[in-house]
């Protein structure tokens, strides 16, 4: 079984009136390659007439965005063309590649009528063969995102990507990687198998759940050991937790804003593109 190395609390950060917890990158934690960065939005409940994410148009380069609608909904507009709303259970996976722009704000249902909100996100590196690849969006509701029952129904695994048991994750992704979020009833229990040499993003969004034995609460990231194959998780109370599992990149990683490239002269090369327009134009 994997070694637990760390627990890292997130930190809270707010966003304007978005309450938000940050658990990567930190202090102690720079990354667990290909992950770095997370942002947890919520669990907040907007009044009626309200304002909604703060997210307006902005640039992306080099990285992917892994988005979770827990709560809440998400409108998703970018300089490609791709717009949406993805509601509560859905998920967003953008491709940012060679530069594009885009906002994520509420819709305006939401911004009108209020309610519970609980958002999160992660950026994913790309390898450098893929940081300039041709930027794509797809979103999925619920209903059409890959799951199943684990554990005599004690547990729901919503499959996002990559393989489990033989069943696909429902979004295609340029390098292999596993990805899932997954709704745990108290005393659910599962083992999941994971190739040593990958790394694992595990994240506790509610809740609290035994990993290999050790307690891991809300708003906690876990770092592991490469010294096993195999994770038993255990709900100690209701809890929803995020599983993914990757290959390390192993490649000089330099992030500025909202660009992640291998070196400070390709995130130069990043901002002078964008101010050159070559993102793509925003006439939303």
Same mark, same amino acid.
């Given at each position: 079984?994997?070694?637990?190395?760390?627990?890292?609390?997130?930190?809270?950060?707010?966003?304007?009136?978005?309450?938000?917890? /940050?658990?990567?990158?930190?202090?102690?934690?720079?990354?667990?390659?290909?992950?770095?960065?997370? /942002?947890? !939005?919520? !669990?907040?409940?907007?009044?009626?007439?309200? $304002?909604?994410?703060?997210?307006?148009?902005?640039?992306?380069?080099?990285?992917?965005?892994?988005?979770? #609608?827990?709560?809440? =909904? #998400?409108?998703?507009?970018?300089?490609?063309?791709?717009?949406? +709303?993805?509601?509560?259970?859905?998920? $967003?996976?953008?491709?940012?590649?060679?530069?594009?722009?885009?906002?994520? %704000?509420?819709?305006?249902?939401?911004?009108?009528?209020?309610?519970?909100?609980? #958002?999160? $996100?992660?950026?994913?590196?790309?390898?450098?063969?893929?940081?300039?690849?041709?930027?794509?969006?797809?979103?999925?509701?619920?209903?059409?995102?890959? /799951?199943?029952?684990? =554990?005599?129904?004690?547990?729901?695994?919503?499959?996002?990507?990559?393989?489990?048991?033989?069943?696909?994750?429902?979004?295609?992704?340029?390098?292999?990687?596993?990805?899932?979020?997954?709704?745990?009833?108290?005393?659910?229990?599962?083992?999941?198998?994971?190739?040593? =040499?990958?790394?694992?993003?595990?994240?506790? +969004?509610?809740?609290?759940?035994? +990993?290999?034995?050790?307690?891991?609460?809300?708003?906690?990231? %876990?770092?592991?050991?490469?010294?096993?194959?195999?994770?038993? %998780?255990?709900?100690?109370? =209701?809890?929803?937790?995020?599983?993914?599992?990757?290959?390390?990149?192993?490649?000089?990683? %330099?992030?500025?804003?909202?660009?992640?490239?291998?070196?400070?002269?390709?995130?130069?090369?990043?901002?002078?593109?964008?101010?050159?327009?070559?993102?793509?134009?925003? /006439?939303?």
């Amino acid at each position: 079984m994997r070694t637990i190395k760390n627990i890292h609390a997130a930190s809270y950060h707010p966003i304007a009136d978005l309450i938000t917890f /940050n658990p990567l990158p930190s202090a102690k934690l720079s990354q667990i390659d290909p992950f770095i960065f997370l /942002n947890h !939005h919520g !669990h907040q409940t907007y009044p009626k007439n309200n $304002q909604g994410l703060p997210f307006g148009p902005h640039p992306h380069r080099g990285m992917e965005t892994v988005t979770f #609608i827990l709560e809440g =909904d #998400i409108m998703h507009k970018d300089s490609g063309g791709h717009e949406s +709303v993805i509601e509560a259970g859905g998920i $967003q996976w953008m491709t940012a590649g060679s530069g594009l722009i885009h906002a994520e %704000v509420s819709s305006d249902k939401f911004k009108k009528e209020g309610g519970d909100l609980e #958002i999160l $996100q992660l950026w994913v590196n790309l390898p450098a063969k893929h940081k300039m690849t041709k930027p794509r969006y797809l979103g999925l509701q619920k209903d059409e995102i890959t /799951n199943f029952k684990l =554990d005599e129904g004690k547990i729901n695994v919503q499959l996002i990507a990559g393989e489990w048991e033989e069943k696909k994750g429902s979004f295609k992704t340029l390098s292999p990687i596993t990805m899932s979020t997954i709704h745990m009833n108290a005393g659910g229990r599962f083992t999941k198998n994971i190739p040593q =040499d990958e790394n694992i993003f595990f994240y506790v +969004v509610k809740g609290s759940v035994k +990993v290999n034995g050790e307690v891991i609460t809300y708003r906690n990231l %876990v770092e592991f050991n490469q010294d096993g194959d195999s994770l038993t %998780v255990e709900a100690s109370e =209701d809890a929803i937790i995020i599983l993914g599992h990757a290959l390390p990149l192993n490649e000089p990683m %330099v992030a500025q804003g909202p660009f992640v490239m291998n070196t400070q002269q390709e995130i130069m090369q990043a901002y002078q593109d964008y101010q050159a327009g070559k993102f793509g134009t925003w /006439n939303h």
